[in-house]
């Protein structure tokens, strides 16, 4: 299982993923096994869909969690930002996902008409695990304890 320290951890640290893809011409498959796959053990999948036009999402990081992103359907940007250095991740494929490790903030935004973002991720739903304030998430990359 990954570990890395989420109060030191980098947007190098998230990797857009190619995932496999087995073709067929009645349409194509994509199967994703945790920890085979993506780097974490699959505990929850959720999706976003409906999302209105001009809507953005996100805008939170986490303590512990891992999560891979998938543009299921239609486009959208993610935004990703650690404290120091940010980039901007267009996911428009559903066989790209970008793979975000804790300690990262992030945004979701220019949603195309009918988009779905898959979230894979390595824990239940907690709300303690989410940093949803940035100044907080500020002093939490601030203050590495070594
Ligand atoms: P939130 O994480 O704020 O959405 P986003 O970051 O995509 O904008 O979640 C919105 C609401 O949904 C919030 O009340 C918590 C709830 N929620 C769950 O109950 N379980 C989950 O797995 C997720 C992701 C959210």
Redesign the pocket.
């Known amino acids: 299982m990954i570990n890395i320290d989420p109060k030191s951890s980098t947007i190098e640290d998230c990797k857009l993923l190619t995932l496999p893809k087995i073709h067929n011409p009645a349409g194509n498959i994509t199967a994703l096994n945790g920890n085979i796959d993506l780097p974490f053990d699959i505990k929850?999948v959720?999706y976003?869909y409906d999302i209105p036009g001009g809507e953005e999402?996100?805008?939170?990081a986490h303590k512990e969690l891992y999560q891979l992103l998938i543009a299921a359907s239609g486009s959208f940007d993610v935004i990703l930002d650690d404290g120091k250095t940010k980039k901007t991740v267009n996911l428009n494929r559903p066989y790209f996902g970008i793979f975000i490790v804790p300690g990262i903030w992030r945004e979701?935004v220019n949603f195309s008409s009918g988009a779905i973002c898959l979230?894979l991720?390595s824990n239940?739903?907690n709300?303690n695990d989410?940093l949803?304030i940035y100044k907080q998430f500020n002093i939490f990359k601030k203050y590495k304890i070594k």
């Open positions: 929850r959720y976003l999402r996100g805008g939170h979701l979230v991720a239940k739903y709300e989410y949803r």
